[in-house]
Each structure stands twice: as C-alpha cells, then as structure tokens.
C-alpha cells in the first residue's frame, strides 16, 4: 500500500477542527480513504492508496476503448459531486482508479473548512476535463502545457480538435460516448478478448517452443558440423578396417582426437598403425596380439603414433612405465627432427644428441646386448 501525504498548518481549518477532520476521514465512494495527524500546529493528511488503485499513467498504456471508458467516468464526477460538502482540485495527479476503472480523489477539501475551500465551478472543470482528454488520446503533448494556455491553439488528432471546440460538458461526455461504443465495435469484430491467465499461459508456450525451437536449430547445427562428419569418420575408418587397408585407416583419423574415440575403434586404429609402421615381421606379429581388451592409454598409444603426435605417445609411455614403447617413441622422435626443415643445423644436433642419449640409456638398461645389436623393439605383455 502506498501513502501520500500534504502537510497543512492547523490555521487552514476554518471552523470546527473535529468536525472536519472526521468529514476528511470518513469513508466517501469517490474519495480513497484518509488518515489526519496534527502535532505541534501541522496538519498532516494521508491518503491511503491500497494495490487495488492504480494510476493515470496507467492509463496511457491502454486501448483506446479503456482509456474513452475512463474518460467518460471522470467526466461524470462533476454531476455527481455539484452538491456534495467535499472539493477537489481536478488533475491526472489527483486521481487514481478503482479496478472497475471508477475514478477517485486522492485528495479531497471540505467547502469553507479545508482547502480547497470553494467547490470546482463548471467552467474550469471542462478545460481541465478537456486538457486531460486530449494529453491522453494525442501523445504529442502535455497536460501541462494545454492547461498553460496551449488549448486555444491545439492541432492534431480531428476528435481531439472536435473536443477542444466543445464548451459544453455533456456534449463531451456525448462525444466520448459516441467514440467509445465505436471503438468497442471495432474490437469487437477485429479482435477476441482473452482471460489474463490464457495470455500468460499461451506467453510461455511461446518462450518454450522458441527455446525448443533454438535448442533444436543448435541440434541440426552440431547434427550437420560434428556428429555426422565424426559418424562419416567412423564408418570410413571400419569398412578400411574390415577390408585390411590400414593405411587408409590411419589416415581417416589424423585429424581426429584419439581420446574421442570408442574402445573398438581405438583398437581398430592401433592394430592398423601397427600393421603400418617400420616394423619386422616378429615385432608386428608380436605387437598385434593386442585386443579390445587392451588397456585404454596402450591402444591410445599407437594412435598417437599413426598421427604422428610422438611427444603426447611418450607421456603415455612415461605414464605407462614401459622402456619399450619408451624407446620406439625416441626413435620416431629421432626421425622426426632428422625430418624436421625448420630446425638450424645447431638445433638439430641439439635435439638428436638429447634424444639419441635417452635412447641409449634405456637400451643399456633395458636390452641384452644381442637385442640391442640388432636393434629390435618389442613391447611388453604388461603393457598391453
């Protein structure tokens, strides 16, 4: 609930103070109801506006069939208050309205006791009337301003001149009347009215299906991008597979993230680059007794080589602890800077000293001397 407030000093209420005061706290059909408060010589009056009320601003966000029906109802509060005890100051700041669109005074005076002391003549309710017609109907100017003394010279909407040529108050609310019932038919046959609950209702159906709509658009997109290209991929890389043509299953993965890949198609791709690789026969018979069983960063291993991603193959070495798969991947390591335009003859050596010397460690460490003689490489059945 919102309060608003006026201070008045105890001096503006003429004649009996308690019979005013209870005539501005009784409760009156076209007034909102009201607190007084006097302390040391101030009058404080506060209009109690409850959630129910709303304002004129309001009213500028509605149809133009609602804002003629309020405008007529405003207009009836001449008639219906010429002969009531109570004054008002008629302006879109000293009304609120009801739910049913019944205007009333946020502020009320009593005649002769309290401010404003005269009741409202005729006269400076119709201009008043008017300005607030047309500052509602024509966006284009002010309340403010057509009260200033703008009214005389208004030009804009025709049924807004038309009122502003009016000087009769029931010939206003004539008018007014007349263009409300036809506003109202219009809607009638162009538009269907609607529960509040329905529109709601049917305003989230809308967000739903839009989200729906963009998380499937998102789908198609990643559908048509990702999903059937690695689908494509895949099936490429099996029917090589099943054909016995590694070399084109290798290089349908070169591109691809080993870790994207399935146990099965894992297995596919090792088994191939082994198939592929510089290997003698023992070694390759030896190496393709791997499985699907094999472990994951094993197969992930030979992968790695196939795309000749060697140093990412020797951390899993590493992780793995196996000299063996240690040692082929220096040695892929070797020939890929022996292979390497970008390196200067002084970074080359560099790196082939580096590599070639843990190369030779692990083969003291790790061969007999007739294995290491012959250079061979065979992994271990841990590993696998």
């Not at 290997?279 to 094993?298: F, G, N, P």
Request: with cysteine; hydrophobic share 35%.
């Amino acid at each position: 609930m919102e309060v608003q407030k006026i201070e008045l000093v105890v001096g503006d209420i003429k004649g009996n103070r308690e019979i005013a005061y209870a005539l501005l706290t009784a409760i009156q059909p076209y007034f909102v109801n009201q607190n007084v408060i006097e302390e040391e010589g101030k009058l404080t009056i506060e209009s109690l506006l409850t959630d129910e009320y709303y304002s004129w601003d309001k009213l500028t966000t509605m149809i133009e069939e609602e804002k003629l029906r309020h405008l007529i109802n405003v207009g009836q509060l001449f008639n219906s208050l010429k002969d009531s005890i109570y004054t008002y100051e008629l302006s879109p700041s000293n009304l609120v309205f009801s739910r049913n669109g019944n205007p009333l005074f946020i502020f009320r005076g009593v005649k002769g006791q309290v401010p404003p002391y005269d009741a409202l003549k005729l006269e400076a309710f119709t201009v008043n009337f008017k300005a607030m017609i047309v500052s509602l109907l024509d966006k284009k100017v002010s309340y403010e301003k057509l009260v200033e003394g703008q009214s005389p010279f208004y030009k804009g909407k025709l049924f807004c001149e038309t009122i502003m040529k009016s000087e009769n108050l029931d010939e206003i609310i004539a008018l007014l009347l007349e263009k409300y019932l036809e506003e109202k038919e219009q809607n009638k046959e162009k538009f269907s009215r609607v529960p509040n609950k329905l529109v709601s209702r049917l305003k989230w159906t809308t967000i739903i299906a839009s989200f729906i709509g963009v998380l499937s658009i998102v789908g198609v997109f990643y559908f048509a991008l990702f999903a059937m290209p690695n689908q494509q991929m895949i099936s490429g890389l099996r029917l090589a597979f099943v054909n016995q043509d590694y070399s084109s299953v290798v290089s349908t993965v070169k591109n691809t993230d080993s870790k994207s890949l399935s146990q099965d198609d894992a297995y596919m791709v090792a088994y191939s680059v082994i198939k592929t690789e510089p290997l003698t026969e023992t070694q390759k018979t030896e190496l393709s007794k791997i499985s699907t069983q094999s472990s994951t960063d094993y197969l992930r291993y030979w992968v790695l080589i196939g795309q000749s991603k060697v140093d990412e193959a020797i951390d899993i070495a590493s992780y793995l602890d196996d000299p063996q798969l240690l040692m082929y991947g220096l040695t892929k390591k070797v020939d890929e800077v022996q292979r390497n335009p970008n390196l200067t003859s002084e970074q080359r050596t560099e790196q082939l000293n580096n590599y070639k010397s843990k190369l030779e460690e692990l083969k003291k460490n790790y061969l007999t001397p007739e294995t290491n003689k012959s250079n061979t490489t065979s992994t271990s059945t841990e590993s696998r």
